[in-house]
């Protein structure tokens, strides 16, 4: 999926090899991993982002918010889909 160009993407976070990036005009996020990118809504790049929040609490030994809460997250993902 090459990006449609025309978008002006700003790098709003990380750096070289893993940063990501954010076209206002489309509300659409860009993760660059590498060579791989992943082009993702804002809300699903909210998402993906409090996944990954949560997977870090879990590695931590986690204050564990719990199975529930990821549940939760993703059937409210799946709704808005
Ligand atoms: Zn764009």
Do not use: W
């Not at 076209?23 to 699903?44: I, K, T």
Request: net charge neutral; charged share 25%.
């Amino acid at each position: 999926m090459s990006a449609s160009d025309g978008c002006k993407r700003n790098v709003i976070a990380g750096g070289p090899g893993c940063r990501v990036l954010y076209c206002r005009d489309c509300n659409v996020a860009e993760l660059e991993l590498g060579s791989m990118s992943m082009r993702l809504e804002e809300h699903a790049f909210r998402t993906l982002a409090a996944i990954l929040q949560e997977a870090c609490v879990e590695l931590d030994g986690g204050s564990l918010p719990s199975q529930l809460q990821a549940k939760e997250i993703l059937n409210r993902f799946r709704r808005s889909h």
